[in-house]
Each structure stands twice: as C-alpha cells, then as structure tokens.
C-alpha cells in the first residue's frame, strides 16, 4: 500500500511538471495556397507568351492588411455597413498563467494582444457549448501551440467591444447582461466621462447581472458610446447577452431596478444547452415577459469607419 502510494505521488508530481514546463504560444496559420485555375496567367492577354506585351500589374494590396474575424459566434449575422460592434482579441496562451486573470481589462495588455480585427453585428450568445475559434476571411486560424501540438483557441481569450448605442424608442432605458465568464460594461454620457455601468467579473457559469442606473435616451437620436470587456476562461460554455428595456418616467426605471438585481450559478438555469440550438428555460423566457430584449444589430453604431465584414462580403 505504501509503495502504491508513492507511485501516485511520483505520477502526480511528474505530471505537474509536464504542465509546469510545457511550451506554449500563438500563431495565425498562413493563408490557405490558391488553387491553380485562381493563380493568374503571366502570358500577355493575348495568350501569345512570345508576344512581347508586357505581363499584367499585380493585383494592388488590400486598403487594410490586418485581418479581419467575422462574427466567430454567429456566422453570416453581419447584415448592414454600419451597425455592429468592433472588438479587439487578447489571448493567453499558457493556462497557468491565465487561471491567476479572472478580470477582462485584465486581459488587455500590449503583450496579449492578437493582430485581428473582430467584427459581430450584436451581442446575443445564448448558454452552449463553442469550439468554432477564429477564422479570419482569408482562411487563416488562430490556433493555441503545446509542445508542438496546435489547437483551435477556444478558451483564455479577451474581447473588447466598442460601439454607440441607439434606440427608435425614446426614455430611460436599463441594460442587464447574462454572462459566461467575466463582463464589465462601460459607457460614456454626454458631457461625461467614461464610467462604469456594471460588472460581473470572475470564473462563473452565466450569471445575470442588472445595472442599477439607466441611461438617458428621453432627447431623439441620441447616441451612447458603449464599451464591453469580456473574457473566456476554461473552455468550452460560453455565453453574452446584452438585454435592455425602455420606461417612459425615471420612476418607473427605479422602480424597476429593484425587482431585477440577482445573480444565477446555474449552467442550465437560463438555456438548455445540452441541445443546439439551446432552447431558452422559463426562467429567461421570465425576462421577456418582464420587458427585457436582447439588443439588435440596429441598435449598435460603429464609433468609426465601416464594417468591414459587410464590405468584403460584397453586399
């Protein structure tokens, strides 16, 4: 019994040592190799390679080399130039390391950051199981290196939305989000500075967080600047949804703040995602009945420039 006992521990402390000193790293595959029939011809257009004409000018470089991910968590959901989100991704490719980082700012340093653009038309990820990674349009993947071994990323990552929100309703309007892992939510008022509207950091399962404070959209065509900071711990649930609902009075929205702040640990308490798609439980149904709406495409405005998912998908 003894020697078994210290077996075990000699397997233990050699397997700690195995993930203690693995390697690991980042990389974003090449760009697959076009086919033949795609490689343009070098004869002159007349396909007389004894002509003399001189070989056609190669195709000028793309306005934006950095490559752009659309919508790794609903493919095809880019629908207008305008409207969605822009996001910046950070990774850690170690996960000893990321198990210390349990914050989503947190995950924004220089050093974590990915080259990429990320572009989503809303945020309205519902409780499931997520293995897609990151693609970008040109074929290449963001992949995870261990010793060699490659991997989609599909945990340890950080996501840095930024947008401006708008309503076609007038009012106060609250927002809440339901969120697998880590979220904090940040907006920026007229004639004010950046604050934070909540926050529902840490390692959780999706947990429904309610800002106790509403924003002002009583004035037509107003325009909030909204920032969303989130992070994916272990893999692989994930879920972000960021509701909200519209009171004509500033009483009525306080009164309302009460009956919403709680929080749910429960995987399965808000979508049963052993199905896919995951089918919504009477508790989130609850939510809609009570006047809570996920935020649409149309209600996000790019701060800046354009889609470029839209653009490049030739709409």
């Known amino acids: ?50 002509s003399g004409a001189p070989a056609p000018a190669p195709p000028a470089p793309p306005a934006n080399p950095t490559p752009v991910v659309c919508d790794p968590f609903a493919a095809g959901n880019i629908i207008a130039a305008e409207n969605g989100l822009k996001a910046e991704l950070f990774a850690i490719a170690d996960p000893n390391e990321a198990w210390q980082v349990s914050q989503s700012k947190a995950y924004q340093t220089p050093a974590r ?11 309205n990820v519902p409780s499931r199981r997520w293995s897609n990674g990151f693609a970008t349009t040109g074929g290449q993947r963001l992949k995870v290196v ?18 401006s929100l708008k309503f076609s309703e007038t009012g106060y309007v609250q927002l809440a989000v339901i969120s697998d892992d880590g979220v904090t939510v940040d907006v920026i008022e007229p004639g004010q500075e950046k604050r934070t509207l909540f926050e529902v950091e840490g390692f959780h399962p999706p947990k429904l967080k309610v800002a106790k404070q509403f924003l002002d959209f009583t004035a037509a065509n107003r325009r909030i600047p909204i920032e969303v900071n989130y992070f994916q711990g272990p893999r692989f649930h994930i879920s972000l949804v960021l509701l909200y609902r519209v009171f004509s009075t500033a009483e009525d929205a306080h009164l309302a703040e009460k009956l919403d702040e709680k929080g749910h640990f429960e995987t399965e308490f808000f979508w049963d995602s052993s199905v896919y798609p995951s089918i919504p439980t009477a508790n989130y149904n609850s939510l809609l009945e009570r006047g809570w709406k996920p935020l649409r495409a149309e209600n996000f405005l790019l701060q800046e420039g354009t889609n470029r998912c839209f653009m490049e998908s030739g709409r």
Not at 155 to 162: H, M, Q, R
């Open 113 to 123: 950051k990915i080259d990429l653009e990320v572009f989503v038309s809303d945020l």
């Open 146 to 163: 261990k010793n060699g071994v490659e991997e989609d990323l599909v945990e340890w990552f950080g996501l840095k939305f930024v947008s």
């Open 1 to 50: 019994m003894a020697n078994s006992i210290k077996i075990s521990q000699l397997i233990f402390v050699f397997i700690a040592f195995q993930a203690c000193t693995a390697e690991y790293s980042l990389r974003l595959t090449s760009a697959p190799e076009p086919l033949a029939s795609d490689v343009p011809s070098e004869s002159p257009p007349n396909g007389d390679p004894t």
